[in-house]
């Protein structure tokens, strides 16, 4: 069974510019959720995609989207990078049936905007 | 307002050493409690899942609490080891808008000394 996997590992991009994060949910899970963690601070919910839709949404603008796709797999984009959105980027998967349950967490994709 | 607090901020402990983390929550409704363990820049790991009707879970060295009524939880790590170094994040599973959430403390940053 494999656990959760992002990519990149690490990322530095320009302000201004555009970025995909990528996340492989564990085998079995359907739903994936995205979280921002700024530097000493707890994790801060972006959004959840359930059955390639989105069914909840935190606190942040439309530059941030998502997708997930048929193998429940799923992309962050982040639009017209700002220099406070560097953050390490992770991402959830949990099972059918247990949303409440079975969270868990990729390693991470540590994104720099300069 | 959903919130969970932890304390303390940091604490810094001699290896061998036992201590005790502190996590206040106002969550509801309410699903169930989890402690994770987070190295820097890594993934949060899970140690412990309560629902509101268990009390005590253990997990090696680390044990967790939970009082429901009281909306309060600890987490005891017993003869710390240099690579309990960490953070711990206390996470409260809420219901809102018929979804189920993570509400995030700020995480109690732990370090062992030799």
């Known amino acids: 069974e494999t656990g959760v996997t992002q990519s990149p590992t690490h990322l530095i991009k320009t302000r201004g510019q555009q970025v995909t994060l990528r996340c492989s949910s564990q085998s079995g899970h359907n739903t994936v959720s995205w979280y921002q963690q700024a530097l000493g601070q707890g994790p801060q919910f972006i959004f959840q995609y359930y059955r390639e839709e989105e069914n909840g949404r935190g606190n942040f603008p439309p530059r941030f989207s998502g997708l997930q796709f048929p193998n429940y797999s799923s992309e962050l984009n982040v639009n017209a990078l700002e220099l406070d959105d560097s953050a390490l980027y992770l991402c959830?998967?949990?099972?059918?049936?247990?949303?409440?349950?079975?969270?868990?967490f990729g390693s991470g994709t540590r994104l720099t905007v300069v | 307002k959903n919130q969970v607090e932890q304390s303390p901020q940091s604490l810094i402990i001699l290896e061998g050493k036992n201590c005790t983390l502190q996590?206040?929550?106002?969550?509801?409704?309410?699903?169930?409690l989890r402690w994770y363990k987070q190295d820097t820049g890594r993934g949060p790991v899970s140690l412990t899942i309560m629902t509101f009707s268990e009390n005590t879970k253990s997990n090696g060295r680390y044990t967790a609490t939970l009082d429901a009524d009281t909306k309060q939880s600890s987490l005891h790590i017993t003869a710390s080891q240099l690579s309990d170094s960490a953070s711990y994040i206390c996470v409260v599973i809420g219901v809102m808008d018929s979804n189920y959430q993570l509400i995030w403390g700020a995480g109690t940053k732990l370090i062992i000394k030799p």
């Open positions: 996590c206040n929550y106002t969550v509801s409704p309410f699903s169930n």
């Open positions: 959830a998967s949990s099972p059918p049936g247990r949303q409440n349950y079975g969270y868990t």
